[in-house]
């Protein structure tokens, strides 16, 4: 199993970036995935998670409405368009899969659980 992210970088306040990730080696349908960030010396947390299969999906509350998870279950992607960006939006951006049936609401609370990690995209928000 592979996931290998593209995107992030620079953007000023109230800009857009697009997170991508794309999973290779496993069946969509039987995986869990999610959106991760950590920022300098803070902990790790869930902002966008996708239940097994896409079932459902959750988002972080400083994070609602702001961005969005789109996905297809046939290249087995998982985007993040983030919107709206503010300052305090600035970290490392991971993807992640678990290989369970579990919520989204689960994986945004269970990092550590997680199988597989991309290997992260720096984002930046500031003038």
């Known amino acids: 199993v592979q996931l290998v992210q593209s995107g992030g970088g620079l953007v000023q306040p109230g800009g857009s970036l697009r997170l991508s990730c794309v999973g290779s080696?496993?069946?969509?349908?039987?995986?869990?995935m999610g959106w991760f960030r950590q920022a300098p010396g803070k902990a790790r947390e869930g902002i966008a998670c996708?239940?097994?299969?896409?079932?459902?999906?959750d988002y972080r509350d400083s994070v609602k409405g702001r961005f969005t998870l789109d996905y297809d279950r046939y290249t087995s992607t998982v985007d993040l368009q983030m919107d709206n960006l503010e300052p305090e939006d600035t970290a490392t951006y991971s993807c992640?899969?678990?290989?369970?049936?579990?919520?989204?609401?689960?994986?945004?609370?269970?990092?550590?659980?997680?199988?597989?990690w991309g290997e992260g995209s720096p984002v930046t928000v500031g003038s």
């Open positions: 992640a899969a678990i290989k369970a049936i579990v919520s989204s609401w689960f994986i945004c609370r269970n990092a550590s659980a997680m199988h597989f």
């Open positions: 080696g496993f069946n969509f349908d039987d995986y869990a």
């Open positions: 996708l239940g097994t299969g896409g079932t459902t999906a």
